[in-house]
């Protein structure tokens, strides 16, 4: 039987890195590989939710893992295919350090024909130190995202 041929890796990086609320947020790929992503985004006032503490908004970094997860899952399916959130899961661990950037990482764990389960973290300057965890599913074939259309 003939492997499936896979998304390239830098044509996803390129689709994924022109997507209006990639570009907005200014999310960058540092790492693409078959089953892993690391982006990062970098600190910006446009981005703080509470102007008091200058902390960033939840929501920058549910947007940040779900774009590394979703990435890492696109990387391990057939060329072609469609991939959509099915569930995530984001447990903050500490607060985001007010003017520093954060990264993303995520992690292909399982995959069934249907599914690709990932995990990762978000983190300043060290994994072993995380913002946030979270485990994530991406339905396979479904009505989602397709990098091609």
Same mark, same amino acid.
């Given at each position: 039987?003939? %492997?499936?041929?896979?998304?390239? #890796? /830098?044509?996803?990086? @390129?689709?994924?890195?022109?997507? %209006? ?9 540092? @790492?693409?590989?078959?089953?892993? &992503? #690391? ?17 960033? =908004? ?5 947007? #940040? ?8 899952? *696109? ?5 072609? /295919? ?14 985001? $350090? %007010? ?8 992690? &292909?764990? =399982?995959?069934?024909? +249907?599914?690709? *389960? ?5 983190? =300043?300057? /060290?994994? $072993? @130190? %995380?913002?946030? +965890? ?7 074939? /479904?009505?989602?995202? +397709?990098?091609?259309?």
């Amino acid at each position: 039987m003939k %492997p499936e041929k896979r998304y390239s #890796l /830098s044509g996803l990086k @390129k689709t994924f890195a022109e997507l %209006p609320q990639i570009r907005r947020l200014g999310i960058q790929y540092l @790492k693409l590989e078959r089953g892993h &992503c #690391l982006l990062q985004v970098g600190y910006s006032q446009e981005m703080v939710g509470n102007q008091d503490t200058g902390l960033i =908004h939840g929501g920058i970094i549910t947007t #940040l893992l779900d774009t590394a997860g979703g990435s890492a899952a *696109f990387s391990t399916v057939a060329d072609g /295919s469609s991939v959509a959130t099915l569930d995530l899961r984001l447990d903050y661990l500490t607060q985001a $350090k %007010p003017g520093a950037a954060i990264m993303g990482l995520a992690e &292909c764990y =399982h995959q069934t024909r +249907n599914i690709v *389960f990932v995990r990762g973290y978000a983190y =300043h300057h /060290s994994s $072993k @130190k %995380p913002i946030a +965890n979270f485990v994530a599913s991406y339905m396979v074939g /479904s009505v989602g995202f +397709n990098p091609d259309v």
